[in-house]
């Protein structure tokens, strides 16, 4: 998909699986460079954020950033075992 047709801000939101073997250190900076990042965490779901994009972002452009994003954090944090779930759309997502 090319350009947002709509003109609308786009959303990623990733749900995180770190490894089990992953320090209470390891999760704060992997979640702190996150933050760096610009993304959100949302509240009640401790291991789901989402980041903000511009209208002329495209998708694929949306997820080179978010696991480039992921890549750094996991880097900083010196972890190297995760799961990554990643849905992009228009509407900001919202916790329940």
Not at 10 to 24: G, V
């Amino acid at each position: 998909m090319a350009n947002n047709p709509r003109g609308k801000t786009m959303y990623a939101m990733i749900s995180l699986d770190l490894d089990k073997k992953t320090s209470s250190e390891q999760r704060k900076i992997f979640n702190a460079k996150l933050k760096e990042l610009q993304w959100t965490k949302l509240p009640k779901v401790t291991t789901t954020w989402y980041a903000s994009f511009k209208p002329e972002v495209t998708r694929q452009g949306i997820t080179s950033t978010t696991k480039s994003d992921i890549q750094k954090a996991a880097s900083a944090a010196g972890v190297t075992s995760y799961d990554v779930v990643l849905h992009i759309g228009d509407e900001k997502p919202i916790s329940l």
